[in-house]
């Protein structure tokens, strides 16, 4: 198989997809999504291309889309359109486009948690500072998140009246969207889950002083042996996203609820595999060639 990585850049995660796919005896093509060009033509010879001069993407088996680097609206729009376009013409594309869409937005990956049954924290999402302050005076203790955003960066906790107004007017002057979540009491640690497929390849416990947990922020990880009701949790969080693999991450509250608070669709697992000690790129590779072997016979069986 001829498995392409997009990214912005080289680095360990990208190391790690090209070491295993090597490792299984495939052929690596790392890219940057900067480099993509797409070439259409007029007449039935020009077969349509997309690739920076030599490599074309049509011509792989699997695309892996890495990440999806900061850029202008316009600029991730088309990075986005070039991966439904390899989908529409039959290439595997892992995370699916429609995956990232919904996973890289908050509001939308609650709402499909919400109506896949899952239990998610109280949000309200609006665009009016009075309907921001009407949500934090009712729920009094709150989360308020960037709608597009990782690794806790953003975010910020309010509970008293002079903060929330701060943040709310910070907010108004950027014509951002509001995005508040119930702060759940918990004991300062929650459940990071990795889904690939059909199962999860990993776990591990972030715990930190504070209200954030995520590893990037300071938050310390164990490895641990998910329950099989905390590990269909967090199958159904992926299936409720569509996502061939991401980072579910689960909140233990004090009131006994375990909520699902994120799915990453573009999931980093370096602090996950260093507390693990599973190679989460060798098992998303396998992933990916025995879903292209299931879809190649399906194709040839139509």
């Known amino acids: 198989m001829k498995i392409a990585v997009l990214s912005t850049r080289s680095g360990w995660h990208t190391d790690e997809l090209q070491r295993a796919i090597l490792e299984r005896g495939h052929e690596p093509l790392l890219l940057p999504y900067e480099s993509l060009v797409a070439r259409l033509g007029t007449h039935a010879s020009d077969a349509p291309r997309l690739g920076p001069g030599a490599p074309d993407l049509f011509a792989c088996d699997a695309v892996i889309a890495r990440i999806i680097p900061n850029g202008s609206l316009e600029q991730i729009i088309y990075r986005v359109d070039a991966l439904h376009w390899l989908e529409d013409a039959g290439v595997l594309v892992v995370n699916p486009a429609r995956a990232i869409e919904r996973t890289v937005d908050k509001f939308y990956t609650s709402a499909l948690l919400e109506r896949a049954g899952l239990p998610t924290p109280q949000t309200v999402v609006c665009e009016r500072v009075e309907d921001a302050a009407a949500a934090f005076r009712a729920m009094r203790d709150v989360i308020v998140k960037p709608l597009f955003g990782s690794m806790g960066l953003g975010m910020v906790r309010v509970s008293d009246e002079e903060t929330a107004w701060r943040v709310f007017r910070a907010l108004e002057a950027i014509r ?98 260093e507390a693990t000690s599973v190679n989460v790129a060798r098992a998303l590779i396998d992933h990916v060639a025995s879903t292209h072997r299931a879809h190649v016979a399906t194709r040839g069986a139509g």
């Open 176 to 273: 951002g969207v509001y995005y508040l979540q119930r702060a759940i009491p918990h004991e300062g640690k929650d459940i990071r889950a990795f889904v690939i497929g059909d199962r999860v390849v990993a776990a591990i416990e972030r715990r930190s002083p504070g209200w954030r947990t995520n590893i990037s922020r300071g938050g310390e990880a164990t490895a641990i042996a998910l329950s099989a009701a905390l590990g269909e949790m967090a199958l159904r969080a992926a299936r409720a996203v569509g996502a061939a693999y991401a980072g579910v991450d689960l909140l233990p509250g004090q009131d006994g609820t375990v909520y699902v608070l994120e799915v990453n669709g573009i999931p980093g697992w370096r602090g996950l595999q």
